[in-house]
């Protein structure tokens, strides 16, 4: 059975982040009890979790996070995303798999994501050039009260 899938989105799915890369986070006999052997499931599952990651990381230069393969990739930024697709994955019917336990590793994901965007934490990512990116990062000091 063939099914259609952007060409776009495979490659970028490859290249990131593998259907068989995810054997670290879910039993090959869960996956293919769940998506009754069609890797497309997989797929949409990892290219909606790089579009979940995509949106938190406004500030940084994407085309490089995720253009880059193998060790060249971050690996909790790797983990993080995994933990998303498999959440995503998981939500077409759990097989046997650890449902409590993949919504918690997703909730901490999307956790770190939102401490990444406010600053909160760092990450060994390359930036956006702020002359390109249109992000706008404003602030002030903190407000000073007057005692008379």
Do not use: C
């Not at 776009?8 to 670290?24: G, P």
Request: aromatic share 10%; proline share 2%.
């Amino acid at each position: 059975m063939i099914k259609y899938v952007s060409t776009t989105l495979l490659i970028q799915t490859i290249m990131f982040l593998s259907n068989e890369e995810m054997k670290t986070h879910l039993y090959s006999e869960n996956v293919d009890a769940i998506s009754g052997g069609d890797e497309t499931i997989m797929t949409a599952a990892i290219d909606t979790a790089l579009q979940e990651a995509k949106g938190y990381l406004e500030a940084y230069d994407k085309d490089a996070i995720f253009s880059a393969e193998g060790a060249n990739r971050n690996s909790l930024l790797l983990t993080f995303i995994k933990d998303i697709a498999a959440w995503h994955f998981l939500v077409l019917g759990n097989a046997g798999t650890e449902f409590k336990l993949r919504q918690d590793r997703y909730n901490m994901a999307v956790s770190w994501f939102k401490s990444l965007r406010k600053g909160d934490v760092s990450a060994d990512l390359p930036v956006q050039d702020p002359d390109t990116s249109g992000l706008i990062i404003f602030g002030s000091n903190p407000q000073k009260g007057q005692h008379f």
